[in-house]
């Protein structure tokens, strides 16, 4: 008889004080909490405080009736699930049909039998109960598959990221060069989502997916020989033609992933600054020559974050570059070899730059 471990409530409105107390008497010797009304509007107020689990309503009433009630409960988010069974008089099939349509669960006509009226309330406090506990089950369902769903991104990105660092443990004794552009990454497209020219291609997601997508830039290098990748004086023409093909080399392993999971915007992303990461705003970069805006987005935050870590970092064939001169050397190439609205917001966190690079070397 308990509904959750207290008995269950019943909400009766009805004008006739005869039907409303013989309701409450029958429903209270049965063990329900009961809450009597003669009008409408006094029980919608007292439900939207306490809503019952279940309204007995008769239909003609003085203020408002019995539909009028049921759309009013049917239209509050709090009470829209909670059943409602008529209590009334009219016998036209109409009038059941209309009860229905309104959300009702049942219609029982007056003179009505106490037996029929309780073995009903059983029927639809359970039903309501049963509804209510799928609901709760299928939300820690939810929950529990949205758990998983992060375990196993949090898994992949981990091991991409790794797959990444193996990659570029070849030519970065430190190790700290991924972890750099990844708050590097983050540090620009955070301050150019906040921009006016770049506000609308930006977002939490974007900024987000940058940050481990970055690390997948030079993946490409895992198929360029040791004797190039380190060599440690100036690469000759023919050398410098197999080192630029670390972006396609690292595209197209990715599309291939890509090719299986075309859903993770990760890879896709990754993808993009594999390749065109290298590109130049004057269509004078590689491997595709592009110029501009057709030059994804992704990839010319990755040219601006990638070249400062570089010239910051001293590598076996050549030295680190100091931060203003690092600076300068980004300003002035902004138009011919970066996207001078990036070099906008980048100059305006200069200092930020610093930081985290001075943090993590």
């Known amino acids: 008889m308990l509904f959750n471990d207290l008995p269950p409530s019943i909400m009766i409105v009805d004008d006739t004080p005869a039907n409303l107390k013989l309701l409450d008497d029958l429903l209270r010797s049965c063990g329900y909490h009961v809450s009597a009304f003669p009008r409408g509007e006094m029980a919608y107020k007292a439900a939207q405080k306490n809503p019952p689990d279940l309204f007995l309503l008769d239909i003609n009433m003085p203020d408002i009736s019995g539909f009028q009630l049921c759309q009013k409960i049917k239209s509050h988010t709090e009470l829209i699930d909670i059943p409602v069974i008529f209590l009334s008089a009219l016998n036209?099939?109409?009038?059941?049909?209309?009860?229905?349509?309104?959300?009702?669960?049942?219609?029982?006509?007056?003179?009505?039998?106490?037996e029929e009226v309780l073995a009903r309330v059983k029927t639809h406090l359970k039903i309501h109960h049963l509804q209510v506990e799928l609901e709760k089950h299928n939300h820690q369902l939810e929950d529990m598959v949205r758990d998983q769903v992060k375990e196993i991104e949090a898994a992949q990105i981990a091991t991409i990221v790794a797959l990444a660092k193996l990659a570029e443990s070849r030519d970065d004794e430190t190790g700290q060069h991924l972890e750099r552009v990844q708050l590097l990454?983050?540090?620009?497209?955070?301050?150019?989502?906040?921009?006016?020219?770049f506000g609308d291609k930006i977002n939490a997601a974007y900024s987000s997916i940058i940050f481990n997508?970055?690390?997948?830039?030079?993946?490409?290098?895992?198929?360029?020989?040791?004797?190039?990748?380190?060599?440690?004086?100036?690469?000759?023409?023919e050398e410098f033609e197999i080192m630029k093909t670390h972006t396609l080399i690292g595209a197209m392993n990715l599309e291939s992933v890509y090719a299986k999971y075309p859903n993770n915007k990760l890879i896709g992303m990754g993808i993009a600054i594999a390749r065109s990461h290298h590109e130049r705003w004057d269509g004078s970069g590689y491997p595709d020559r592009l110029t501009g805006e057709a030059i994804p987005l992704e990839?010319?935050?990755?040219?601006?974050?990638?070249?400062?870590?570089?010239?910051?970092?001293?590598?076996?064939?050549k030295q680190a570059i100091p931060h203003k001169e690092t600076l300068e050397i980004i300003m002035d190439a902004a138009g011919t070899q970066f996207d001078p609205k990036?070099?906008?917001?980048?100059?305006?966190?200069?200092?930020?730059?610093?930081?985290?690079?001075?943090?993590?070397?």
């Open 185 to 197: 990454s983050r540090c620009l497209t955070d301050n150019m989502k906040s921009s006016n020219y």
């Open 92 to 114: 036209e099939p109409l009038d059941k049909v209309h009860a229905f349509g309104l959300g009702a669960v049942d219609y029982i006509n007056k003179p009505f039998q106490f």
């Open 342 to 361: 990036i070099i906008e917001v980048f100059t305006s966190i200069e200092d930020e730059f610093a930081d985290i690079f001075n943090s993590l070397s």
């Open 213 to 237: 997508a970055c690390s997948l830039h030079d993946i490409g290098k895992v198929g360029i020989p040791d004797h190039i990748l380190l060599k440690p004086g100036k690469l000759s023409a």
């Open 299 to 317: 990839a010319r935050i990755m040219s601006v974050v990638d070249v400062y870590d570089a010239l910051r970092s001293e590598r076996c064939y």
